[in-house]
């Protein structure tokens, strides 16, 4: 496939078509994965950290956002996806602002938190990188970014085990979906350096397993930002 086939514009204009199906199949819990085992493994790493506030970073149609003001975190959600962050402000429970990562990064917003939660959020290759970059300018003196993702070992499939491209996929989604997002497939090495390299301190590698299979429904990195 072409560069222009896997880019970071084409991730937005895909969640761009898809985001009415994304709210339906978060809101009616049709995502097995995310109602065995992710979902409750994100809130987990977050409360871990016992943070004032939040920033979900990528937040979709808004579910962590008001899982975590329901327990009384002050938390945000942005998203570069305007049909998400529409769906997130008409159901409510939480603040939300659509707003790209770079924007964000500017400081402009007055964004200061005590953690920055990805979850499955971090899709892209330069977008990714730049969040690494100035996530620390986002977060108060020992704050914490949080990352859940796809574990890369049961993510590659029959591919190489190598950084790279991938195309995207809604196998096991509705009909409703269409046109998927190509995505940036990392190493779990690759993902360990992007932490390292720009100065983050790692605590915690989580692997949490799915009930049924007891294989890692994903990968979740907790750490600390250059002091």
């Given at each position: ?30 995502i097995d994965s ?18 004032g506030s939040v ?52 400081g402009k917003h ?118």
């Amino acid at each position: 496939m072409s560069a222009k086939v896997f880019s970071e514009a084409r991730i937005l204009e895909s969640w761009g078509r898809n985001a009415a199906a994304w709210t339906v199949a978060v809101r009616d819990r049709k995502i097995d994965s995310r109602v065995q085992v992710t979902d409750r493994a994100i809130v987990e790493a977050i409360l871990s950290r016992r943070p004032g506030s939040v920033l979900d970073l990528g937040c979709g149609e808004g579910w962590l956002v008001r899982e975590l003001a329901a327990r009384n975190i002050e938390a945000l959600g942005v998203d570069a996806v305007p049909g998400l962050i529409a769906d997130a402000m008409a159901a409510g429970g939480g603040g939300f602002l659509q707003v790209s990562y770079e924007d964000l990064a500017t400081g402009k917003h007055g964004v200061l938190v005590d953690v920055i939660a990805c979850n499955f959020s971090l899709l892209g290759k330069e977008s990714v990188e730049d969040v690494f970059r100035t996530a620390p300018l986002l977060l108060n003196p020992h704050g914490s970014l949080i990352v859940q993702t796809l574990h890369p070992v049961f993510a590659c499939g029959d591919l190489p085990y190598q950084d790279g491209w991938r195309a995207g996929s809604w196998a096991g989604f509705s009909a409703d979906f269409t046109d998927p997002a190509p995505w940036y497939f990392r190493t779990l090495d690759s993902w360990v350096e992007l932490f390292v390299n720009n100065g983050f301190r790692l605590l915690e590698v989580r692997e949490p397993l799915h009930p049924h299979t007891q294989t890692p429904a994903s990968v979740i990195f907790i750490a600390e930002p250059p002091a």
